[in-house]
């Protein structure tokens, strides 16, 4: 899996064009960030990504994560995206039983 790091300089619109990028290869890739507003930044790309996979009928799923990174021999405590992409299917809504629920 294709792992992009996101500083808080990250321009949002070029992270989600790289996320797109990778997602059009395999169908999921990871964002780390380290600090708040590297945080923000991988947060708005994954929404702009988001809307602009939804039109190609491509879903997004986050999962959020902690991560170790190493910097300068010195260890840091980062947030992970990992984001997974699916097609979007028509589901028919189906009728739940009184032993089901």
Partial sequence: MEILKVSSKS???KVAGAIAGVLSKDNQVELQ???AGAVNQ???ASAIASRFLKERGVEIYLIPGFVE???ND????GIT???VAGKREEVEPQE???SEA
Wanted: proline letters at 5%.
């Fill in 74 to 77: 010195e260890t840091r405590t």
């Fill in 69 to 71: 990174i190493s910097i």
């Fill in 11 to 13: 321009n949002p619109n």
């Fill in 33 to 35: 960030a380290i600090g």
């Fill in 96 to 98: 739940v039983t009184e």
């Fill in 42 to 44: 991988a947060v708005k």
């Fill in 81 to 83: 995206l990992k984001i």
